[in-house]
C-alpha cells in the first residue's frame, strides 16, 4: 500500500503541539478523526477504550 506524499504516518509525531500548519493538513487531521473507532466498537474487538478522564462527582 503507498502512501500519498501528505498521508501521515500512523506513527508520526508532529514537532511540537502546534495546531496544523496548513489547510491540507486539517484535512488529512480530520480524515484520521473519521476513522477513528468509537469505545464500543473497540470493546467489540476486545480492545481497551479511553479511560474516562474524570467523573461528574470529581468535578468539585
Same mark, same amino acid.
Given at each position: 500500500?503507498?502512501?500519498?506524499?501528505?498521508?501521515?504516518?500512523?506513527? /508520526? =509525531?508532529?514537532?511540537?503541539?502546534?495546531?496544523? /500548519?496548513?489547510? =491540507? =493538513?486539517?484535512?488529512? !487531521?480530520?480524515? %484520521?478523526?473519521?476513522? !477513528?473507532?468509537?469505545?464500543?466498537?473497540?470493546?467489540?474487538?476486545?480492545?481497551?477504550?479511553?479511560?474516562? %478522564?474524570?467523573?461528574?462527582?470529581?468535578?468539585?
Amino acid at each position: 500500500m503507498s502512501k500519498s506524499k501528505h498521508e501521515l504516518d500512523k506513527n /508520526h =509525531e508532529p514537532e511540537n503541539g502546534s495546531m496544523a /500548519h496548513d489547510m =491540507e =493538513e486539517m484535512e488529512q !487531521l480530520g480524515k %484520521q478523526m473519521d476513522k !477513528l473507532r468509537t469505545n464500543e466498537e473497540l470493546k467489540e474487538d476486545k480492545k481497551q477504550p479511553d479511560p474516562v %478522564q474524570y467523573k461528574e462527582k470529581d468535578k468539585d
